[in-house]
């Protein structure tokens, strides 16, 4: 008997251990302390053994820069949230009232202090710069030097990225082309190096076996479309247009490009690609994350499937959410209207469709006596039709709880900075297919 209840809990660690190294995209995402990871436009650095996941610090109810936050995990999947290391500053480019985006942070190999660079802004897009912040320490407090210098004036460009050549060369990518070389220390710009023809905004850049692949989005806003890539064997180009790299029509598996972590795995080197969905006006709690890994050999690159659910460790594809499931086929665009049920304990997941009539829900979790939890917007949002998970929530003990769904009567829509083009949800839809409840954790 004892050997019997031995063998099931050992089994039952090793379920947790592979469990824990299982990336969920599409769904709200929490850290230690049971707070929604909120890291958008981001990029990580693989450094002192540990992942150090750096991104925009959004709200819920404004598009002005809150902060920038830095998070660390030594699998991908577990995140400890570290402090925000870049926060609002009294006055100038990061100052209250401004935009703050893109945030990209490199270690430069001739001092050793983190460089960090990142597009600053008015609130109306009218006031470009890319601002340049340090620290000593990967999570310490940055020092905000404001914009960087190229010929001894600020680079006045808005979209941007960051890649750290095999050499230790630094460069900043630029939206429609722009490559510039960063200077010894990272400070300032040195050289501009290249201009790639035909490239739109949120560009990304990795190297495999000697060829350099870039990723960039068509502009449409915080609206999804079909990311497309280059190759070249040299930075300086020249640079080929190759199409996308996602199957057509997906756009980009509902994402937009911001940053490739290579992945050392088993003697290989695999480009995990990292994207936002993002989800106006509410992209603190709505807003979430597609990691995904890449397929490159040679000039082609493919992700040629979604996972929904998928092993960090091994980068292979996993079942998704199992367990009680119960079917709903709930459907309501009236605010107000809820879908409710109770569950004893541990984790509560949501499945539902999305469309171009989707809206917003709340999801919240409460004891049974009416204590709320914790209470989030889900959005129901996409332009192409869709179906999937859409809620995971945190570990709870054993007990009752009681999970319930909300229509706000509200939407995800936004407008292109000109105010000229209307982008989002046409409709208030929360359409909750099934709900799946699983075990608590031993």
Known sequence: MVRIILLWIMSSLLCLAANAQVIHNGIPWFDEQGNIINAHGACIVEDGGRYWLFGEYKSDESNAFP???????????????????????????????RVGERVKVM????????????????????????????SPTINGDYTLHGPILFDGKPLRHWDMGTFQDTDGKGYLLIHHGPIYRLSDDYRSIEAKVAHVEGMGESPAMFKKNGLYYLLTSNLTSWERNDNYYFTASSIEGPWKKQGYFCPEGTLTWN?????VLPLRRDNDTIPMYMGDRWSYPHQASAATYVWLPMKAEGEKLAIPE????????????????????????????????????????????VVGKTDGNGGYATISISYANGKVLDKLFVDFYSKIPDEGLRFVSKNYPKGKYRLRIEVTGTQSAWYNKKKTIRYGSHGYLVNVTKTIEMEADV
């Open 255 to 259: 994402s937009q490009s911001t940053f």
């Open 107 to 134: 270690k430069c190999p001739k001092t050793g202090e983190y460089v960090m660079l990142m597009h600053a802004d008015d609130l109306g897009y009218n006031d470009p710069y890319i601002g340049i912040a340090t």
């Open 67 to 97: 902060g920038f936050g830095c998070y660390s995990s030594a699998d991908l999947v577990n995140w400890r949230f570290e402090r925000i290391v870049l926060p609002v500053q009294k006055d100038g480019i990061l100052g209250p009232d």
């Open 306 to 349: 979604y996972w929904d659910a998928w092993n960090a460790a091994k980068a292979e594809k996993k079942l998704s959410i199992q367990g009680r499931e119960q079917v709903h086929n709930w459907i309501s665009d009236k605010k107000g209207d809820c879908l409710e049920r109770e569950f004893d304990g541990g984790r509560i997941a």
